[in-house]
């Protein structure tokens, strides 16, 4: 089981995706913008960051780009999870610091392979879970 912050400034996004999360079988922190998301990442030390992009305060490729370039928290992986389905977007997310990019809306098993792919399935999460609906 992997301990996976998910940043995302939109309660509903939050609640969906932490769902989701859950159900794979690993722990969720949340932050509800890219500051507060540098600042539990620095406090938790996460195995995993989800971050929404379009947020307040810090957006998420501010907020991914001080978390791979702060010494404490560059080993985390942060996967960016947006709207923003540009290919310029994408390749911004990765120059950040971005280990994955995934566009909303997404289905539970792109989710789940998404994670895998970053974290590997030994992490306690499979892409064998089942998908609802």
Request: aromatic share 4%; hydrophobic share 40%.
């Amino acid at each position: 089981m992997a301990r996976i912050l998910i940043v995302d400034d939109s309660p509903s996004q939050l609640a969906g995706i932490c769902r989701i999360v859950e159900k794979l079988g690993h722990q969720t922190l949340t932050a509800q913008d890219g500051h507060a998301g540098v600042e539990l990442a620095t406090l938790d030390l996460p195995d995993l960051i989800l971050m929404d992009v379009v947020m307040p305060n810090l957006n998420g490729f501010q907020a991914t780009r001080s978390i791979s370039r702060n010494e404490a928290t560059r080993h985390i992986p942060v996967i960016l999870v947006t709207t923003k389905n540009q290919e310029t977007d994408r390749v911004w997310g990765m120059r950040q610091g971005a280990r994955g990019y995934l566009t909303k809306p997404f289905t539970e098993k792109e989710l789940a392979e998404t994670i895998d792919a970053v974290l590997g399935p030994a992490a306690g999460g499979s892409v064998a879970a089942p998908a609802a609906g």
